[in-house]
């Protein structure tokens, strides 16, 4: 996966996409595996925005069934079906508990039969199906949770994610495909012939170089851009966004000693939140807020009210870990691009299904969605540029949508099967084989092979958990262009660590420097960055 420069540009593609978040990313994937020439840009990093600070779930939205979402439900729930088979090393099957408390307006019948409705959408395995808990039940599995007023509860199984790594991954099958990406390449201005948009004008974030690009089609994938880009083709009469802000925050397991995830009530407004173990064996999470956010869409993070919400939450679903802001090791923020809604619909109320419109110049914009219905959102957007492409071009026969039984990048069974064989044999701790293929699937082959030429390369770096071959793999194999991209969408290390995994900021910095050739001080520049970004992120001045 290489950016592309002004030399690789077809004379028209047949679609420019805008924006490399998940949308983005399932468009030009699916557009590729059906023969379209696709350019994609994003005017920051690939995931960026909202898919790299979402609750890392592949879910069916077990909770939206109580504002009867029925529809939305049925497909994210098939739709995690999918994701397990065409990317099993990033949909992690886990089971959840959703916990029935004294005063909850869904008791335990009404939400066994919202669990019966899950079970039925989804098709699963016997094995997966749910069972309800008694209270002494659900205790005896967690012994920390709040007794008081327990009824029981439902046991069922979702997937979590590494949310920014299927993006990236899903953009390297869209790469395989034949799809010309760039991230840092902000679109700048639209390209009109005729009344239609038919291309865009792009700005090099990182080298000022001014480009052009022209598409037969153009799609607006920008998340909560949407409007920003709807802009440069014609101001909209209203908003076709209103975003929300989602806050989460990490604990120490030591500190907050949950195995099973469970979804349960805020005391403060009685929202759904969900403390879940991260997977790691270290972390657990916790979230989310949902409040209105009216600022500026390049500048999210959390604030005090955030955590003291969260904490809230965290301590009434285990009383004793008595956690306060010093327990809390990182958080996220970031916006979810719903579409606006009738007015004085709450925030939770609102929908979480997409909308595809498409503009006087024929750009066709995405707004609202899912990151686990992304895939199904992209397949109809293709289908829309089809009709286009068909319409204004005389473009026919294109085939239908084969990504729901295509594996992306690193997800295909003799991938995997292999990258177990290589990674089990490699120099490297057993921490690290599991956390290699957990993060890369059947890509894991390329890691393995890095350290057993050299073995130093396998080795952790510092106190992180990181290795020279993971940092060598994100910048030579996933277009990371700066010390942020590699260790928030890339590596993830962002998350998991109170300082932002310090130790390895010097070592991304060389290989970064080295492979593109930057400057010292654009290398200082780098660091300066990410810097600030953690201490931004934390609340706090981390190091």
Not at 202 to 231: C, F, I, Q, Y
Not at 322 to 345: D, E, F
Not at 419 to 448: C, F, I, K, M
Request: glycine residues 10%; neutral net charge; charged residues 25%.
């Amino acid at each position: 996966m290489k950016r592309f420069t002004e030399s690789d540009l077809p004379t028209e593609a047949d679609l420019l996409v805008i924006g490399g978040g998940i949308t983005g990313a399932s468009v030009a994937r699916d557009a590729a595996l059906r023969g379209l020439s696709v350019v994609l840009v994003d005017r920051d990093d690939f995931a960026s925005g909202t898919s790299s600070r979402s609750s890392k779930l592949i879910h069916g939205g077990l909770r939206y069934l109580q504002t009867y979402q029925f529809r939305m439900v049925n497909e994210s729930v098939r739709e995690r079906e999918v994701m397990m088979r065409i990317a099993p090393h990033l949909a992690d099957l886990q089971p959840f508990l959703y916990l029935v408390y004294d005063g909850y307006p869904e008791g335990r019948a009404l939400l066994n039969l919202g669990l019966t409705f899950y079970d039925a959408f989804s098709r699963a395995p016997l094995k997966r199906r749910h069972r309800m808990l008694g209270r002494n039940a659900v205790l005896r599995r967690e012994p920390h949770l709040n007794p008081n007023g327990l009824k029981g509860g439902g046991l069922y199984h979702d997937a979590l994610t590494d949310d920014a790594r299927l993006v990236i991954d899903v953009l390297r099958s869209a790469s395989q495909a034949g799809a010309l990406l760039a991230n840092h390449r902000e679109v700048t201005g639209l390209i009109r012939e005729h009344g239609r948009v038919a291309g865009a004008e792009l700005t090099d974030r990182l080298t000022g170089e001014h480009m052009s690009v022209r598409a037969k089609s153009v799609v607006n994938a920008a998340g909560p851009w949407v409007d920003r880009v709807l802009g440069l083709e014609q101001a909209p009469e209203r908003p076709t966004l209103r975003p929300t802000k989602g806050v989460h925050i990490v604990l120490r397991s030591e500190d907050y000693p949950l195995n099973t995830a469970v979804f349960l009530r805020s005391p403060s407004d009685s929202r759904v939140v969900w403390p879940t173990p991260a997977g790691d064996g270290r972390h657990v999470y916790i979230g989310t807020t949902d409040t209105d956010f009216t600022g500026s869409l390049d500048d999210v993070v959390a604030d005090e009210a955030d955590f003291t919400y969260l904490l809230e939450a965290a301590n009434h679903t285990l009383p004793e870990a008595n956690v306060g802001t010093s327990h809390i090791v990182a958080s996220w923020a970031g916006l979810r691009p719903l579409m606006a809604p009738a007015p004085g619909t709450s925030n939770s109320a609102a929908s979480r299904e997409h909308a595809l419109t498409t503009g006087p110049g024929g750009m066709i914009s995405a707004a609202g969605g899912k990151l686990t219905t992304a895939r199904l959102m992209g397949a109809q957007i293709v289908d829309i540029v089809a009709e286009q492409l068909r319409d204004r071009h005389g473009i026919r026969g294109l085939p239908a949508s084969t990504t729901g039984r295509i594996a992306i990048s690193g997800g295909a069974a003799g991938e995997i099967f292999r990258a177990r064989q290589d990674v089990a044999s490699a120099p490297v701790t057993p921490e690290t084989r599991q956390r290699w293929l957990r993060r890369y699937g059947g890509n894991a082959v390329e890691l393995a092979d890095a350290a057993a030429r050299e073995p130093k390369d396998g080795a952790t770096i510092g106190h992180s958990a990181l290795t020279q071959a993971e940092i060598e793999y994100a910048v030579h194999r996933e277009m990371a262009m700066t010390v942020t991209d590699v260790l928030v969408r890339r590596t993830g290390s962002f998350f998991w660590s109170a300082d932002g995994d310090a130790s390895v900021i010097d070592d991304v910095s060389d290989t970064l420097g080295t492979a593109h050739g930057y400057t010292t001080e654009q290398r200082t520049a780098q660091q300066r960055d990410y810097r600030h970004w953690v201490e931004r992120n934390r609340g706090k001045e981390s190091f």
